[in-house]
C-alpha cells in the first residue's frame, strides 16, 4: 500500500513535467517584417494566397491592436525590443545611430570595431556585433537554460536586422553583403572564423545573381491595382538611370550603372527577390543547421528588409510597395510548406510582426488635403545656435543635431560655468516655439519626472541616460525631419520615412501560430515587448534581463 502510495505521488509529480517537455516546440520561429503597418494585412488581402499571411490570421491568432510604446521607432530599436522585451530605455539601442559624447562620433548601432566581417571579399578593418545592446533576449535565455544546446542562427538583409535578434549568445547571424560583386550572406568573427561550407556553397551558387537576371513586372496586371496610386507620381524616387518610378524593371539592364559605383547587388534590395533569396537562405539554415531536430528547441530569426528599402524609395502608396507585399506573401507561404515538412506542422511555434510602420509621404499628404510637412533640421541648428550666442556669447554650443535630439557641448557650457539643466530648459522653450515642434523635453526633465500616458511617455521610454541628447523633440503629427539642406519644400520629398510615436508608424502586425497557439483574435491593445515575455512562459524559461512587457494571456486561455 505504502509502495502505491508513493508511486502514485511521484507520478503526480513527474508527470507535468513530462508532458510539459513533450509540448515544447522543436522550433520557434520569430518574423519581422520591415516596415510593415498593421493595415497591410487588410489593405492586400483579397490578393493574398491561402497559405502565406492568410494561414496565419486563419490557423492562428491575430493581436489587431500591437502598437509601439516608445520613440524612436526604428529598425534596430525595433528589433531589438521585440526580442528583449524592453524599451530603449533599458536595452540602450536608442536608434539605427547615435552621437557618442567619448569619441565625438557618430556610431551605429551594432558597429565594432573589436570584430572584422567574415566572408567578404573585401579586406576590412571594421565588423559588427551586439555588444552594445545593454539586456539578454529571448534568444540569450534559451541558450543559457539549455546550458547552450539549443541553436540560435538569425538571417536577414540588413545586418541590424540578424545581429540584434540573436542576441549575445547567437550560434550565427548571417545579412546579405551588396558591396560583395557576387552579393554574398555574410557574418562577424564575433560568431566565427570562416563561414560553415553550407553557407559558402549558397554564396557560390550565383542565387544574387540569377536572381537579378530577371525583370520585375507587377505580379497582377498593372490596371489592377486599385489599392495604390498610379504607377506614376510625383511622391516616388526613380533608380537605376529610369527616367520615371514605373514598371517594369529590367535589372539586367540597370546592372551596369549600379556596377560603376559599386552597388551592382543593391539592387536585390530594392526588389521582391531579395525577400525571396531570405527565404531561400532561412529554408538552407534550417536544413543544413538541423534546427528542431536537436533533442532541445532551436530558434531561427528572420528579418525581411525589402519593404523598408520600397517604402523609403517609392512610399507605401505606391503600386512597388503593394507587389513586394503580394510576393512576400508567396514566400512566407513557400516557408511555412517548408516547416510543415520539415518540422511538422505542430512542432514548430512561429510568430509575426514589424519593427515599425511609415508615415505616408508627405506631398501625397498635403495633395489630398491632409495635415503633414516637413522640418528644415539645419535651419533650425543655425537659428539654435544664433539664440544661445545672443544669449550666452558665441560659441560652438550644438555638437550634434540629427532632428529628434539635441546634443549640447557640455565642455563648452561647463567652461563658462553654466547650468547644464537651465541651458537645456533654454534650448528646449525656443524649440517648442518653432511652428512645426509639438514637444520638447529635457534630459533633465527625462531623468526627474515620471510620465505617466501619451506621447511624452513613450519619449521617456526611448531615453537613456547614457547615450540620448540633452533635448528630445516631438514634430506634429505626419510632420518629418528634413536635414537635407537641398531640399527646400515638402513637394521634394520622395518616398516614405518612420520614426515617430505616432500611429502611422507604431501600429503594426503581430501573428501568432503554431504550437499551442489558439485560434483567434483580440482588440485589446499590448506591445511589441510582450512578445519575449509570452515566449518565456511557452518555453518555461527565465524572462530577459531588461524584459518590461506582460504575457500576452489570450495565447494561454
Known sequence: MIRIIVITVLFLFITPVLISQTDQPKLVVGIVVDQMRSDHLYKYQDRFSNGGFKRLIREGYNFKNTLYNYIPTYTAPGHASIYSGATPSTHGIIGNTWYQRSTKQVVTNIGDTNELIVGTEEVNSYGASPRNLLSSTITDQLRMVTQFKSKVISVSIKDRGAILPGGHTANAAYWHDWKSSPGYFISSSYYMEELPKWVSNFNKSGKSDSYLKDSWSTLYPIDSYEASAADDNNYER???GKTSPTFPYDYESMRARYKEIGAEFQLIWVSPAGN????????EAIKNEKLGSNGVTDFINISYSVPDIIGHTFGPQSVEFEDVILRLDRDIENLLNSLDATIGNKNYLLFLTSDHGSVPVTAYLRDNKLPGGIAQIPQYQVNLTNHLNSKYGSGDWIEYFDGESVYLNHELIKQKKLSLSVVQRVVAD????????????????????????????????????????????????????????????????????????????????????????????????????????????????????????????????
Open 430 to 557: 525656443y524649440l517648442i516655439t518653432l511652428d512645426e515642434i509639438t514637444a520638447a523635453l529635457t534630459a533633465s526633465d527625462l531623468q526627474t519626472q515620471s510620465y505617466s500616458h501619451g506621447i511624452n511617455q513613450k519619449l521617456q521610454k526611448g531615453y537613456h541616460s547614457k547615450r540620448s541628447g540633452d533635448v528630445l523633440i516631438i514634430l506634429k503629427p505626419a510632420y518629418v525631419p528634413n536635414l537635407n539642406p537641398k531640399i527646400a519644400s515638402f513637394q521634394q520629398m520622395k518616398g516614405t520615412t518612420h520614426g515617430s510615436g505616432y500611429a502611422y508608424d507604431s501600429h503594426v502586425p503581430m501573428l501568432w501560430f503554431g504550437n499551442s497557439i489558439p485560434n483567434g483574435e483580440s482588440v485589446r491593445k499590448v506591445s511589441v515587448i510582450d512578445i519575449a515575455p509570452s515566449l518565456s512562459m511557452f518555453l518555461n524559461i527565465p524572462l530577459p534581463s531588461g524584459s518590461e512587457g506582460e504575457p500576452l494571456i489570450e495565447l494561454f486561455d
Open 238 to 240: 526613380a533608380i537605376g
Open 276 to 283: 525571396s533569396l531570405l527565404t531561400d537562405f532561412a529554408i
